[in-house]
């Protein structure tokens, strides 16, 4: 992995036609903010299978050295049916079976598999308070990419094939991702969602409003209504974004600014750095430094486990998991696992694809954003006329660990992204974010610690082999750092090749001395561009 400089502003995503729609905003007087939405609104086109303008995400941004952090995740619908839980009709909620080639993981699609949409409004809403640009300049890279069409990359062509159970359960997701001779795209053809455009126009005139009033709201509540699917009119409309204060943390002299819930990623990431502060410093990769990190995720995952649990993440489990007592509590455990060899795998559910994409931007002012944005699998079903992928988050185990259609209506679902800025005293700010489910926080703290915490530069810190502890056991990557002590653990699942499994934190930096820096994470077909 290589970086890009410049001194005007810098972004790494997950798609070159995403970067450069946020280069263009920047050249056009936009701030960090503006070239986020700018980027994300792209990649709905440009990353169909990841993320979606009827997804939900997290944005955590620094404008004018105020930190701001922006929950705009999806809620459950039933606001216009019956307060009990609802019951899916025969046919609207049905599991798929995905093949990730070492395992087989069940997914649920469908009408009944769709919560509340979000993306659109959220993004919107940020860019109206924070940005500086009106709607149609910003919006502008994401009308030309449903014009003219954008390549079809590697991870849109591993999405299509790996997903293609979900792509295949609808003639209108199918008609989007095969071609005229019966096949799928191929790497390098041109995606097309035309009736996208439709949608672009609507958030142009409309703004935030565009889920909750109008044409595009109508057309949604149409196809429910077809289709016996529990969202309703009433459920657009209540939909409210939450802005509030990140998750705060600290990495060595750098203090951290995470996502704050209900997403649990922000929490999680600043309770295993609390850890990693109180603890020894091995040589990166080495095989104490695996051991090390590997018993402080599987220790963070536990505390999550017994102060969260089943439920929504809330601010109160954020205070309670990062309480000086239960940070002691973590170290005194981690020593102890470090004498007895006792990993001790969390019993997490884990999302073997990670349907998600991520934006980094700094700006030329010392601005940062960073959003990460999914939409689970998607649901199979395409709003009529606008060419919007409607999410399937009640239909991710992951998301549901009570069991599906348990939430009451209008209740906030969880999430495991993390969005993150990270800023030291000299003045620099770093804003990194990933998608890949549970991966997403152990992802984050080893690029975080090996850029701050042991000084490697940008590049070697997004392409330093990876760590993971899931429900299966320790997981590593050894194609390059971690190679020669992957023969230390036999109980490990060693990956030949870095993966996306693994994540793709797309980072940028702000130096202190105003020069702008990015690197996309190749396991994400990431592309960084600066100027």
């Excluded at 009944?112 to 919006?139: C, D, F, H, K």
């Amino acid at each position: 992995m290589t970086a890009v400089t410049g001194r005007n502003g810098a972004v790494a995503s997950g798609h070159p036609a995403v970067s450069e729609a946020a280069i263009d905003v920047l050249r056009g007087g936009g701030n960090a903010v503006d070239a986020a939405v700018a980027a994300a609104f792209t990649s709905f086109h440009a990353e169909p299978l990841l993320t979606s303008p009827a997804g939900g995400g997290f944005a955590v941004a620094v404008v004018d050295g105020e930190p701001l952090s922006v929950d705009f995740f999806a809620t459950a619908p039933g606001l216009g049916g019956p307060k009990t839980p609802w019951t899916p009709p025969e046919g609207s909620f049905f599991p798929v079976d995905v093949d990730f080639g070492k395992a087989v993981q069940e997914f649920h699609i469908g009408p009944g598999s769709i919560a509340v949409p979000s993306a659109a409004n959220g993004l919107l809403t940020l860019q109206e308070q924070w940005g500086r640009l009106g709607r149609t300049e910003v919006l502008e890279p994401a009308r030309q990419a449903c014009l003219f069409g954008t390549r079809h990359n590697r991870i849109g062509v591993t999405s299509v094939h790996l997903l293609w159970p979900i792509v295949d359960s609808t003639d209108a997701l199918r008609r989007t991702f095969v071609e005229a001779t019966g096949e799928p795209l191929a790497l390098g053809s041109t995606y097309r969602n035309p009736d996208l455009l439709r949608f672009m126009d609507a958030c142009v005139e409309r703004g935030a409003l565009v889920f909750c009033e109008g044409e595009v709201a109508e057309a949604i509540v149409a196809c429910m209504s077809e289709h016996d699917g529990p969202l309703s009119l009433a459920d657009l409309a209540a939909y409210t974004v939450q802005m509030g204060a990140p998750v705060r943390g600290r990495c060595s002299d750098a203090e951290l600014l995470l996502a704050a819930p209900p997403t649990v990623g922000g929490m999680w990431l600043a309770y295993a750095m609390a850890l990693l502060e109180g603890l020894e410093v091995p040589e990166p990769g080495s095989a104490r430094d695996v051991q090390l990190l590997a018993t402080v995720f599987a220790v963070t995952e536990r505390a999550l486990g017994e102060i969260v649990g089943a439920a929504t993440p809330s601010r109160g489990h954020a205070w309670e998991l990062l309480d000086s007592e239960r940070v002691v509590w973590g170290r005194n455990e981690v020593e102890r696992r470090l004498i007895t060899g006792e990993f001790g795998p969390p019993d997490a559910l884990d999302n073997l694809h990670g349907s998600t994409t991520h934006v980094s931007v700094v700006d030329r002012w010392g601005n940062a954003c960073s959003v990460t944005v999914s939409n689970g699998e998607s649901s199979g079903l395409v709003v009529p006329g606008f060419g919007v992928f409607l999410n399937n988050f009640l239909g991710e185990a992951d998301i549901n660990p009570l069991g599906f259609h348990r939430f009451a209506p209008g209740v906030r679902l969880g999430s495991a992204m993390c969005p993150m800025l990270a800023r030291t005293p000299d003045g620099a700010v770093m804003a990194t974010g990933s998608g890949g489910s549970s991966r997403i926080r152990s992802a984050l703290t080893q690029v975080t610690r090996n850029r701050i915490r042991h000084g490697m530069d940008l590049p070697q810190a997004v392409a330093a082999d990876r760590v993971h502890v899931s429900r299966t056991g320790l997981l590593l990557e050894a194609e390059t750092t971690l190679r020669d002590v992957a023969h230390r653990f036999p109980q490990a699942t060693t990956f030949e090749s870095q993966s996306m499994y693994f994540g793709g934190a797309h980072t940028v930096i702000r130096h202190a001395d105003g020069l702008c820096e990015a690197v996309g994470d190749s396991r994400r077909t990431g592309c960084a561009l600066a100027f």
